[in-house]
């Protein structure tokens, strides 16, 4: 007796499930093609509205320059209007240097014990003082003093002002050719202290 066996449905169905795939990686592909034709169009469209606003920018750039360059006392507007934005910050540091000099005047009148070398305000009024003074002790008299700034010491004076100068600190920089210290002091200037009334 003889089996027979019909192998053509599982061809078929192979086939089938063949077809199936080939048209659903067709189907993905087109996806695929479509999403980045649609990414590279925004892109396109994004760089182009961006060229457009740069040359759009470049345009009134030269012209505002062509204005600038026309105006004969450009430069001196530019350094009158920069002299005049310093001046409050020139005055309040005029007063903190006339405070330091009032200080030394007090504690040296004569500048034997104590002499000052070097004054520097940077941009966060930061003070940097360099003095040359005979010994350790005067050059600590002298911080203290710059400490008690606007509250012990000074025409103004009171327990509950602010103090002049904060964060003061003494270091020892070096010894001269004489006998002489040169100490370096760095202070922060204390905002808020002089205003406009003052």
Same mark, same amino acid.
């Given at each position: 007796?003889?089996?027979?066996?019909?192998?053509?449905?599982?061809?078929?169905?192979?086939?089938?499930?063949?077809?199936?795939?080939?048209?659903?990686?067709?189907?993905?592909?087109?996806?695929?093609l479509v999403l980045c034709g649609l990414v590279a169009g925004g892109l396109f469209a994004?760089?182009?509205?961006?060229?457009?606003?740069?040359?759009?920018?470049?345009?009134?750039?030269?012209?505002?320059?062509?204005?600038?360059?026309?105006?004969?006392?450009?430069?001196?507007?530019?350094?009158?209007?920069?002299?005049?934005?310093?001046?409050?910050?020139? &005055?309040?540091?005029? #007063?903190? $240097?006339?405070?330091?000099?009032?200080?030394?005047?007090? *504690?040296?009148?004569? =500048?034997? !014990?104590?002499?000052?070398?070097?004054?520097?305000?940077?941009?966060?009024?930061?003070?940097?003082?360099?003095?040359?003074?005979?010994?350790? &002790?005067?050059?600590? #008299?002298? $911080?203290?003093?710059?400490?008690?700034?606007?509250?012990? *010491?000074?025409?103004? =004076?009171? !327990?509950?002002?602010?103090?002049?100068?904060?964060?003061?600190?003494?270091?020892?920089?070096a010894t001269d050719t004489g006998s002489r210290t040169i100490f370096s002091i760095t202070?922060?200037?204390?905002?808020?202290?002089?205003?406009?009334?003052?």
């Amino acid at each position: 007796m003889a089996v027979s066996i019909n192998l053509l449905p599982d061809v078929r169905q192979a086939r089938i499930r063949d077809a199936e795939r080939r048209q659903l990686l067709s189907i993905v592909l087109v996806g695929t093609l479509v999403l980045c034709g649609l990414v590279a169009g925004g892109l396109f469209a994004v760089t182009t509205a961006q060229q457009s606003q740069i040359k759009g920018l470049s345009a009134s750039i030269t012209d505002k320059k062509a204005q600038l360059t026309k105006d004969p006392d450009l430069i001196k507007i530019l350094t009158a209007q920069q002299q005049v934005s310093s001046l409050d910050r020139l &005055l309040t540091n005029k #007063r903190y $240097v006339t405070k330091v000099f009032n200080i030394l005047t007090e *504690i040296s009148p004569t =500048a034997k !014990e104590l002499m000052l070398t070097n004054l520097e305000i940077d941009d966060k009024n930061l003070m940097k003082v360099t003095v040359t003074g005979r010994d350790f &002790l005067v050059a600590d #008299r002298f $911080v203290k003093a710059l400490v008690a700034s606007n509250v012990k *010491i000074g025409s103004k =004076a009171a !327990e509950g002002n602010l103090p002049d100068f904060t964060n003061v600190q003494l270091s020892t920089v070096a010894t001269d050719t004489g006998s002489r210290t040169i100490f370096s002091i760095t202070m922060q200037l204390a905002d808020g202290v002089y205003d406009a009334k003052r």
